[in-house]
């Protein structure tokens, strides 16, 4: 698997919106409304240089959505297309958000998770992260994590 992670432009704008919400739409029941990422701003995002792509061959497989907060790496979207989910994709792109926070001098990386996407709470911990809190925030029942790297 040869993926290349680069900054998404704003050429890339409908596809990110629309892997978004493929990989997402799978929550939208068990959550009872759209899981805040399919609400995002992506040419916004992308404009701010927030946003990245996991691409193979030029094609967009995966997205990541981060920015640096204060003293640490807020990862706010990590999403893979449904058919490309289980290739590591999702580990590759939190693998880079590393070294990112490594390149500007940010020792811990913060994500939140619904509560309810119990496969992602499973994922996030075996890669290191801990639960710091859990609470109501914008609408959504959330999990708060952090992640010290070295």
């Known amino acids: 698997m040869i993926i290349d992670i680069r900054a998404a432009r704003s050429a890339d704008t409908s596809v990110v919106r629309d ?3 493929a990989s997402y739409s799978k929550y939208v ?3 009872g409304k759209e899981p805040a990422p399919m609400l ?3 040419a916004s995002l992308i404009a701010a240089g927030d946003v990245w792509v996991a691409a193979e061959d030029g094609e967009v497989l995966g997205v990541l959505v981060m920015r640096p907060v204060e003293e640490h790496l807020f990862v706010d979207n990590v999403a893979v297309r449904p058919d490309q989910q289980g290739r590591g994709l999702g ?3 939190m693998a880079f958000a590393e070294e990112e926070a490594k390149r500007n001098g940010l020792w811990e990386i913060r994500l939140y998770t619904n509560e309810k996407m119990f496969e992602n709470l499973a994922v996030y911990e075996k ?3 801990e639960e710091a809190d859990r609470r109501l925030d914008s609408g959504y029942q959330r999990v708060f994590m952090r992640k010290m790297i070295s």
């Open 19 to 21: 892997l978004v919400r």
């Open 40 to 42: 995002d701003n992506y």
């Open 127 to 129: 890669l290191g992260f």
């Open 91 to 93: 580990r590759a792109l």
């Open 29 to 31: 029941e068990r959550i």
